[in-house]
């Protein structure tokens, strides 16, 4: 007599385990545990080595514009630190694009290109930026013309700064006592910060020096641009939030600057 052997079914339901295994599932405390090990990582990551900034200014035209949303390298110009002996630290150097907290101001991150280092000698002359009697080629500034000129911008510091100016007051009484022979002298530990956009940039000129420790990191790219009115960001409120908001969702493909996607900064 043949005895006749029945396929097994291979619906989900009827699945079995192999001989040996048992089925394992995860527990709710393992996926919550899954779940804070992403967001603590992803933390630290936007925390200590890289973080989002967009521009709400036109102090960096035509280099950074505003709507400009940049991933900064939090790590390259931070002081040296020996729990992370593989990470390539250095001093920030002429020419540098960095973010930075405004002196005085703690809560306040500015960018703005590096001008002069500690123990430089610095002075504008008609618009050129002149470090240690050499005049420095800077195509990325807005040039100065007949029609821009402005004494206090482009022959400083040869020309006093003041509140009336838009100078700080502290700025305003500490300045003479850091220039010599015409030329400002930058001091140990801090650095000198100028916008690419040259005649409407408020700048070291206006509040002087930015202390080594303030330096936060430097532009790395341009993850995403999207035309913005200057005066957006100084909007405030929900309704205007939710106005803009709205506005992007509509106009996104249409306002985003897809040339500047993934730009380079430098």
């Not at 650095?191 to 936060?216: A, K, Q, T």
Request: charge should be negative; aromatic fraction near 10%.
């Amino acid at each position: 007599m043949t005895k006749t052997n029945t396929p097994a079914s291979n619906t989900p339901s009827q699945l079995q385990s192999a001989p040996g295994q048992e089925s394992v599932e995860e527990t709710p405390f393992e996926a919550a545990a899954s779940i804070c090990t992403v967001l603590v990582v992803g933390l630290f990551i936007l925390t200590f080595l890289a973080q989002n900034f967009v521009i709400p200014s036109g102090s960096m035209e035509k280099t950074l514009l505003v709507g400009d949303h940049l991933v900064v390298d939090r790590i390259t110009l931070a002081p040296p630190s020996g729990w992370m002996p593989l990470i390539h630290y250095r001093e920030p150097k002429r020419g540098d694009i960095v973010v930075f907290l405004k002196p005085g101001e703690p809560d306040l991150f500015l960018v703005k290109r590096l001008i002069a280092v500690p123990g430089d000698h610095i002075h504008l002359r008609d618009g050129i930026v002149i470090v240690n009697g050499v005049p420095q080629s800077q195509p990325h500034a807005q040039p100065t013309t007949a029609d821009n000129y402005r004494d206090y911008l482009d022959d400083f510091p040869s020309v006093p700064m003041s509140p009336d100016l838009g100078a700080t007051e502290a700025w305003t009484v500490a300045m003479p006592g850091y220039v010599k022979d015409g030329d400002l002298v930058v001091p140990p530990g801090k650095y000198f910060m100028m916008g690419d956009n040259r005649h409407n940039s408020l700048d070291s000129r206006y509040w002087g020096f930015v202390p080594r420790e303030n330096i936060v990191g430097r532009p790395l790219f341009n993850y995403w641009s999207f035309e913005t009115p200057e005066s957006q960001y100084e909007q405030t409120g929900m309704s205007n939030n939710l106005t803009w908001m709205a506005h992007v969702v509509l106009h996104f493909f249409t306002d985003t600057r897809w040339s500047r996607t993934l730009h380079i900064i430098r």
